[in-house]
């Protein structure tokens, strides 16, 4: 098996999820008692949190991709960043190093296209739903994004940093996404991506009225066949 790396901690949350979910996948293939050979960077998100300004973003940047560096360095032959708002700097972070990056929204663009997805809802945190390094990946596939709705922005930003970020999920915020998820199947979206790795906390992504789209499970999925050699 390849040793691969993760650049965690935004949040720890979702980090713990992305353990969890490739040494399972590695160990079902692999047989028992075998782990997923992972080199594991946690990062304080207390400075990544919520960034806004061109400075604080080029700053980000430079973080992950040293910490990139340190893990290219630790023998992974390839990496992932545990965040889909950080793949906003995805580009600084791959040119930091000599081994690959896997994309978190080109395996979910290429998950959804495989499965003939021609329209869908993307949700997640602000950045995500509002600019284009993340939406721009599911559109080359000839995927079709609704329009982001600024109340349903609002609403998620506020689940995701008041909640689930917290390690929370209220009934209340489980409702609230179910509304937005039947608003978009109403507006014609035939599945929704999940752009927030920690949304599956509050998001049945196994029993909802659209296919959802885990990008956690979809990119750890792509970890774990990197690791047995088969990416």
Not at 114 to 143: C, H, P, W
Request: with cysteine; aromatic share 6%; proline share 3%.
């Amino acid at each position: 098996m390849r040793k691969f790396g993760l650049i965690g901690g935004m949040s720890w949350l979702s980090t713990r999820t992305y353990y969890d979910h490739i040494n399972k996948l590695v160990q079902a293939r692999a047989g028992y008692p075998s782990s997923a050979p992972l080199v594991i960077e946690s990062l304080d998100f207390a400075p990544l949190a919520r960034l806004s300004t061109a400075d604080e973003w080029a700053r980000a940047a430079k973080e992950l991709g040293d910490s990139a560096k340190r893990l290219e360095k630790a023998g992974a032959t390839a990496l992932l960043i545990g965040a889909n708002s950080m793949h906003k700097v995805y580009d600084q972070v791959a040119a930091a190093v000599s081994v690959p990056v896997i994309h978190i929204a080109e395996c979910v663009a290429d998950r959804m296209a495989a499965a003939g997805v021609k329209k869908a809802g993307l949700i997640g945190t602000r950045n995500v739903m509002l600019e284009s390094f993340y939406r721009q990946k599911l559109i080359a596939r000839d995927i079709e994004l609704l329009p982001p709705e600024m109340s349903f922005v609002d609403t998620l930003d506020r689940i995701i940093y008041d909640e689930v970020l917290r390690g929370k999920a209220s009934r209340q915020a489980e409702r609230e996404l179910k509304t937005i998820i039947t608003n978009l199947q109403q507006d014609g979206a035939q599945a929704v991506a999940l752009g927030c790795t920690e949304l599956e906390m509050v998001v049945d992504v196994d029993a909802n009225v659209l296919p959802i789209y885990d990008c956690t499970r979809i990119h750890a999925e792509a970890a774990a066949d990197w690791i047995m050699g088969e990416g």
